[in-house]
C-alpha cells in the first residue's frame, strides 16, 4: 500500500485480508477518489502539472465561496481546462486533424495575404475536449441571456452552479496587462449571478517566431472586485500560443543575440623575462 497512501490509511488495522481479495485497477480507482477528495483533484504523477493545478486550488480556497458542491465542480471544470491547454502547449497542429490546425500557421487567403485563426477555432476544440471529459449534458455552447449577452462555453453541473469559459483571440502578444484590461471584464461579468469563479482563454495569434512562454507563466488568478462589498471573483486566465511556426523555424531576435562571433581566443606571448603573458 506504499504507493496508495490515502487507501491505507483505510485499512490500517485489519485490511490486508481484505486487500487480497481486491484488484489492483479497483484499488487504483479508489486511491484516486479519496486523493480527488484531500486534494480537491486526483493527483496525475506528473510533478510539474500537479504543483500548477495545487497553486492554483489554493488560491481559490481563500474564497469565502470555495466549499462543497461549488468547488468541487469547479475544480472538475478547471483540471480539464489544465489538461486541454497542457495537450495543445505541445501538440503539432495536425495533432487532431482539422480541429487543432489552428495551433500552426494558418493559410493565407486567395490573394496570397496573410490570415488569422478565428476563435472559433479554439472554442471548438475545447468545448469538444469538455463534451467529452465531463458530465454528458453539462457543457453547452452560445447560451444566452447571461449577464445580457451569450457564453462561449458554459458548464452548468447542476441548478444554480453555472461556470462560463470565456475564449478570445488576439492578434497581438497577449501580455498579462493586455488580456486583463481587454478581455477580463466581459469574461468577469458572466459570474454575476452565479459562483464567484470563471474561466477566461486567450488564442495569443501574436508572432511566436521567437518560442512562447511556459505553461506555468502562462496560467494565473486574477480576482476582480466591482465594489467595496461584493465577493471578489476569482477568473483564472490561460493564454494559448496558436498561429505558431515549427520549432526549426523559431529564432533568437536580433536584440537578443550575445554570442553572434566567436570569442576572443587567448594567446600567450613569450615576454623578455621568458614568462608567458596572457593578453
Known amino acids: 500500500m506504499a504507493n496508495r497512501p490515502a487507501l491505507a490509511v483505510l485499512f490500517a488495522d485489519n485490511g490486508p485480508a481484505l486487500l487480497d481479495d481486491l484488484a489492483p485497477s479497483f484499488l487504483d480507482a479508489v486511491e484516486g477518489t479519496l486523493q480527488q477528495h484531500q486534494h480537491g483533484f486526483a493527483r496525475t504523477g506528473n510533478p510539474r502539472y500537479d504543483r500548477l493545478v495545487s497553486s492554483l486550488l489554493e488560491q481559490l480556497s481563500h474564497s469565502p465561496e470555495w466549499a462543497p458542491p461549488v468547488s ?3 475544480t472538475a471544470l478547471l483540471d480539464q481546462v489544465l489538461r486541454f491547454l497542457h495537450v495543445r502547449f505541445d501538440a503539432q497542429a495536425d495533432l487532431y486533424g482539422t480541429i487543432t490546425r489552428y495551433l500552426g500557421p494558418c493559410p493565407p487567403d486567395e490573394d496570397g495575404k496573410p490570415r488569422l485563426w478565428p476563435e472559433e477555432t479554439i472554442q471548438d476544440d475545447l468545448h469538444q475536449h469538455l463534451s467529452i471529459a465531463l458530465t454528458p449534458g453539462t457543457i453547452q455552447r452560445e447560451v444566452i441571456d447571461i449577464a445580457s449577452g451569450r457564453t462561449d462555453i458554459t458548464y452548468t ?9 470565456e475564449i478570445k483571440r488576439r492578434s497581438s502578444k497577449a501580455t498579462r496587462i493586455a488580456v486583463e484590461r481587454d478581455y477580463l471584464p466581459q469574461a468577469t461579468n458572466y459570474t454575476a449571478t452565479g459562483p464567484p469563479f470563471g474561466i477566461l482563454i486567450v488564442g495569443d495569434h501574436g508572432p511566436h517566431t521567437a518560442g512562447y512562454t511556459s505553461l506555468d507563466d502562462s496560467v494565473w488568478i486574477t480576482p476582480v472586485t466591482r465594489s467595496p ?5 476569482l477568473m483564472v486566465i490561460g493564454v494559448l500560443p496558436i498561429g505558431r511556426p515549427t520549432p526549426s523555424d523559431v529564432t533568437t531576435p536580433a536584440s537578443e543575440r550575445k554570442y553572434d562571433r566567436a570569442p576572443r581566443q587567448r594567446t600567450r606571448r613569450k615576454g623578455s623575462d621568458g614568462e608567458l603573458p596572457l593578453h
Not at 453541473?157 to 469559459?165: H, I, K
Not at 462589498?229 to 471573483?233: A, I, L, S
Open 72 to 74: 468541487t465542480h469547479f
Open 157 to 165: 453541473p447542476q441548478p444554480g452552479n453555472r461556470f462560463v469559459a
Open 229 to 233: 462589498t461584493e465577493t471578489p471573483r
